[in-house]
RNA sequence: GCCCGGGUAGCUCAGUGGCAGAGCAGCGCACUCGUAAUGCGCAGGUCGUGGGUUCAAAUCCCACCUCGGGCUCCA
């Protein structure tokens, strides 16, 4: 009693509605009977909720929805046949090359190579292969999906020893094996007994799921953006392959817009401002990764820390101070040596024998302050904090202006509480956290929970559960998204850590609290508790900025160098018209600087607008330029930074008051000007 | 740590085997000006460091330091 066989078929859009279609007829067909736009701007189908080419015949009764190029599946799309095409191109280019992954990621993607006789790319060849690419693309090669078996695959990737492991992999984690890593499932068939290949030409065909455009001419508005190495598979011990990352868009315009946002990314750059800015500097003779504080970076600093200092001490914070270093045996006791060793700069041998380490972490020394005599309950929570400057021994392939250095400052603080104070501090603490950070002009914020790394950890699967369903519920409670980290927490606890997006939607890892039971065993911390008993306290350990110097780089570029009033180094410049006018200005400036003000004098030496030119470069936020009208007035003209045009002939007073008020408000974000 | 690319005046950079250069910044003098670069002059360099090749090295080779882009790592 089978259903009649009709020449048509049925097909559900999105919005419910059906169209009938000739049997056979694809996504493309579909999309075709919708409208010539939309077939033009498709690049992939969403069938039954599965991402297929457009081509693929659609069955009877399947829910269709066309994905088109602009959106974030179809751009996937656009970035995975473009590596295709990168991957043909350099194939073309050094016959023999062998490809290994070629994934879209954000923004773009990427293709890695192993190319014949270890030769390696250079930033000249770019320009080769793009041209190859835009060859292939002129000729609008289909992508042509076949299925075939493992040993078929094996054999058709016969001299592509990269593509074998992951056919062989994929197998063999069907048996059972092992997990597939997700890494490896976009080039792979969702069913693990079929190899799915696409094929651009006789001479190029990629191991990969899709789905793909139709055609290479609906490629085209890409870059290539630069050469890089990459471990084969993310590890170390693996070949070092040659990979290069492009970018690709559904339109000239999308892509001239990202190049843009790149060039503004390079613009806010902390490293390029703060020597723009007289900021900070990494003198060589030092040694890598360790920046020295010039006066204005310092002051900014200061501002930073003392405000810091200020907040923290209304929240209850006690301040303590710890020497830089210590015996070995602190470091032993807490596990560090255990886990951290290679990340720590090596001991020093004193006293005969006695090995001393410069400190990484903080958190021993407090725990010391806590030890020092017998705690009672009412002490708790016992919060101790320290601008705490700690060494790391980092990679020097890791080291990166001030946001990973070798000698940095934490925020640090630690929390000694009871076992059923935990949930009420964390809440406590996460609404400080947000606040603090909210002053600084950071308001755009997302929480990231870690988990307990695998392997690499100590305590019970209670306490880890315990502590991690501690920071999952106070998470929930802050009414922001929480994503889910598997498996990154440190050795000793799980952490909660807040994400803030900057003024050009980049995030960056800001504050990290900790949940810990490890370190108050393994120091043996206790209290008395109401009931006369010995209690274990449990720790929080906690960095509001993370690192001082991090924070700042982050707010160098979050603010693309134009600190808010209250952080400006220099907030006002006065810039008297003619020399006769510079007794008026140094008036002007002795008034502000008695009402706390930083302010400069930029004498008539050189023409005004030289001189605004260069206040407005140093991002001073006013300019104050004082004439004739204004000493015979007592007035000022007002050029504030960011704004169209100057105001004139404003009473000082007001001035004064109005600057008073900036700065008395804080991290409201400004305007931030475009030079 | 690994791969690739850099390191020349305070900064940005030119200079590919034969005399070390430019612009900006700095200093001096002149200019005295109402909102994004006034003019002239002067000074400034162990060409990252060390070794090698050569009659001759910023330039070619080796090692190291350091910076950048990635990978790995990030308590």
């Keep these: 009693m089978s259903a009649p066989v009709t020449d048509e078929i049925s097909a559900q859009l999105p919005d419910g509605s059906t169209r009938t279609l000739p049997r056979g007829a694809s996504a493309l067909d579909l999309a075709k009977t919708i409208g010539a736009r939309l077939a033009k701007a498709a690049v992939a189908a969403e069938v039954d909720g599965q991402l297929v080419d457009l081509t693929r015949p659609l069955a009877d009764g399947a829910a269709v929805r066309i994905i088109t190029a602009n959106t974030p599946e179809?751009?996937?799309?656009?970035?995975?046949?473009?590596?295709?095409?990168?991957?043909?191109?350099?194939?073309?280019?050094?016959?023999?090359?062998?490809?290994?992954?070629?994934?879209?990621?954000?923004?773009?993607?990427?293709?890695?190579?192993?190319?014949?006789?270890?030769?390696?790319?250079?930033?000249?060849?770019?320009?080769?292969?793009?041209?190859?690419?835009?060859?292939?693309?002129?000729?609008?090669?289909?992508?042509?999906?076949?299925?075939?078996?493992i040993a078929e695959g094996l054999e058709l990737f016969a001299d592509q020893p990269f593509k074998r492991e992951i056919i062989e992999q994929v197998a063999s984690a069907a048996a059972g094996a092992a997990k597939v890593d997700a890494e490896l499932s976009a080039e792979t068939s969702s069913d693990p007994a079929v190899v799915t290949i696409y094929r651009n030409s006789d001479a190029f065909v990629d191991l990969c799921r899709g789905p793909h455009v139709p055609s290479t001419d609906r490629l085209g508005h890409f870059k290539l953006l630069r050469v890089a190495g990459a471990y084969w598979r993310g590890d170390e011990k693996r070949p070092q392959l040659q990979r290069i990352y492009g970018t690709a868009w559904e339109s000239d315009d999308e892509l001239k817009s990202y190049l843009h946002?790149?060039?503004?990314?390079?613009?806010?750059?902390?490293?390029?401002?703060?020597?723009?800015?007289?900021?900070?500097?990494?003198?060589?003779?030092?040694?890598?990764?360790?920046?020295?504080?010039?006066?204005?970076?310092?002051?900014?600093?200061?501002?930073?820390?003392?405000?810091?200092?200020?907040?923290?001490?209304?929240?209850?914070?006690?301040?303590?101070?710890?020497?830089h270093v210590t015996k070995a045996d602190l470091f032993e006791v807490s596990g560090h040596l255990d886990w951290y060793a290679d990340g720590m700069f090596p001991p020093m041998e004193l006293d005969g024998g006695q090995r001393y380490y410069v400190k990484p972490m903080n958190c021993p020394f407090h725990i010391l302050i806590y030890k020092s005599r017998q705690r009672s309950y009412r002490e708790l929570p016992l919060r101790l904090f320290e601008f705490g400057s700690v060494y790391r021994y980092e990679l020097s392939g890791a080291i990166h202006g001030l946001t990973r250095v070798r000698g940095l400052t934490m925020d640090d603080a630690h929390i000694f509480c009871a076992r059923e104070q935990m949930a009420g501090e964390l809440e406590q603490l996460l609404r400080f956290v947000l606040d603090l950070l909210s002053d600084f002009g950071l308001a755009d914020f997302y929480l990231e929970l870690s988990t307990r790394p695998e392997g690499k950890s100590v305590g019970t699967d209670e306490e880890w559960a315990e502590a991690t369903a501690?920071?999952?519920?106070?998470?929930?409670?802050?009414?922001?998204?929480?994503?889910?980290?598997?498996?990154?927490?440190?050795?000793?606890?799980?952490?909660i850590s807040v994400q803030a997006r900057d003024a050009i939607g980049?995030?960056?890892?800001?504050?990290?609290?900790?949940?810990?039971?490890?370190?108050?065993?393994?120091?043996?911390?206790?209290?008395?508790?109401?009931?006369?008993?010995?209690?274990?306290?449990?720790?929080?350990?906690?960095?509001?900025?993370?690192?001082?110097?991090?924070?700042?780089?982050?707010?160098?570029?979050?603010?693309?160098?134009?600190?808010?009033t209250w952080l400006a180094p220099v907030q006002v410049k006065v810039l008297p018209v003619r020399d006769d006018h510079l007794a008026y200005a140094e008036e002007v400036a002795a008034e502000l600087k008695r009402q706390g003000r930083r302010v400069e004098v930029d004498p008539a030496a050189e023409p005004l607008g030289a001189r605004v030119r260069r206040g407005r470069l140093e991002k001073v936020p006013y300019l104050l330029v004082v004439g004739d009208d204004d000493v015979t007035s007592g007035t000022i003209g007002v050029n504030a930074r960011g704004a169209e045009s100057p105001e004139r002939n404003v009473a000082l007073a007001d001035f004064a008051e109005r600057l008073a008020a900036e700065v008395a408000a804080h991290g409201a974000p400004e305007a931030v000007p475009e030079r």
């Excluded at 194939?91 to 190319?115: K, Q, V």
């Excluded at 920071?471 to 922001?480: K, N, T």
């Excluded at 008993?533 to 160098?561: C, N, T």
Aim: proline share 5%.
């Design 74 to 149: 179809g751009r996937d799309v656009l970035r995975h046949s473009t590596a295709h095409v990168m991957a043909q191109a350099v194939c073309s280019l050094w016959p023999g090359a062998r490809y290994a992954i070629g994934p879209a990621i954000n923004d773009g993607f990427y293709y890695d190579f192993e190319l014949p006789g270890g030769v390696h790319f250079h930033d000249e060849d770019l320009a080769r292969i793009e041209a190859e690419m835009r060859r292939i693309i002129a000729a609008s090669q289909p992508f042509a999906r076949e299925e075939h078996g």
């Design 261 to 323: 946002r790149m060039q503004e990314a390079e613009r806010r750059d902390h490293r390029r401002l703060g020597a723009e800015l007289d900021l900070f500097s990494f003198p060589e003779e030092i040694g890598s990764g360790l920046a020295v504080f010039h006066p204005k970076g310092g002051l900014i600093r200061r501002l930073m820390e003392d405000y810091s200092r200020e907040r923290h001490a209304a929240a209850g914070y006690e301040f303590v101070y710890t020497p």
């Design 470 to 495: 501690a920071l999952d519920s106070v998470g929930r409670q802050m009414g922001l998204e929480l994503v889910l980290d598997e498996g990154g927490g440190a050795f000793y606890g799980p952490k």
């Design 506 to 564: 980049r995030s960056w890892q800001m504050s990290t609290i900790q949940v810990d039971f490890q370190l108050p065993q393994r120091f043996g911390l206790s209290y008395v508790g109401a009931d006369n008993g010995r209690h274990q306290p449990i720790m929080i350990h906690r960095a509001l900025f993370g690192s001082v110097e991090r924070f700042l780089a982050v707010l160098v570029e979050h603010y693309a160098g134009a600190f808010p």
